[in-house]
């Protein structure tokens, strides 16, 4: 029987995070990933991770970075990252969107990457290591409680990771915290329709499946509303199960705060 504890499910999160690491630090190893280490696990799931960066964007990536990807859509799409920013990446797994972040904010700005998982952490830092990227910094935390200061990135992005939190009203309150005011995120996730109720997304899959965890679009527009945000969009852009899909998400903090 499945531990439905806040502890237990976290656990079996981190437990499949880090066996997904495994399986490309150490190649043959069994692997079973939120949406796909690989091409076959993607196509186990149903696709999330086909497709979800542009022809030319990873490019020059460490192949070990590509094969962790781990997402279900391209948050640095819809981020709209400018040179000399700092961007913090929840859920940073392998690596794949910190750097591409880092790539993008140039050798002025800095790119974090949070993750809970030790075996992530090292694929991620090596990842760096392989691709010379020197304005990256990984961190272990949970994205609960993310071990940075207030007001310390203009953006904040994560992919295909919120839906895995235990306490996600805790996640959308460290996002506005670690925001200076006027900063955004610009987040992939899946979404469920809202006529889908909890028992419902349950049936449809696993919670490490990133399917039982996830949230309706009101819940995510109402859960940003109550940390702060404005301006707060979820939309759709294709179906990953019966009633979820993967989503976009934008926000912003207010410059006021």
Do not use: W
Not at 4 to 31: F, I, M
């Amino acid at each position: 029987m499945s531990d439905t504890t806040s502890a237990g499910l976290r656990e079996e999160v981190r437990s499949k995070y880090a066996a997904a690491a495994r399986a490309v630090l150490e190649p043959g190893a069994d692997t079973a990933g939120c949406c796909g280490p690989a091409a076959e696990a993607a196509e186990a799931v149903g696709g999330f991770s086909k497709n979800l960066y542009r022809e030319g964007e990873t490019d020059g990536l460490p192949e070990e970075a590509v094969l962790a990807s781990l997402g279900c859509g391209n948050p640095l799409a819809v981020a709209d990252l400018r040179a000399g920013e700092r961007v913090l990446d929840l859920g940073s797994g392998g690596g794949i969107d910190v750097l591409l972040s880092a790539r993008r904010v140039g050798p002025s700005g800095f790119a974090y990457g949070v993750d809970m998982t030790d075996e992530m952490l090292d694929l991620a830092r090596a990842n760096a290591a392989r691709a010379g990227a020197g304005n990256v910094e990984f961190l272990k935390g949970e994205i609960e409680a993310v071990p940075l200061p207030d007001a310390s990135v203009d953006a904040v992005i994560s992919n295909c990771v919120i839906n895995l939190s235990v306490d996600k009203p805790a996640v959308l309150a460290e996002m506005f915290r670690v925001l200076v005011p006027g900063g955004r995120i610009g987040i992939s996730d899946v979404v469920a329709e809202d006529h889908l109720t909890t028992a419902d997304r349950q049936a449809a899959g696993s919670y490490a499946g990133c399917i039982a965890g996830a949230l309706s679009r009101a819940e995510y527009l109402g859960g940003l509303a109550a940390a702060g945000f404005v301006g707060a969009t979820v939309t759709f852009t294709h179906e990953a199960a019966p009633g979820m899909h993967s989503a976009i998400i934008r926000a912003v903090k207010p410059a006021g705060s």
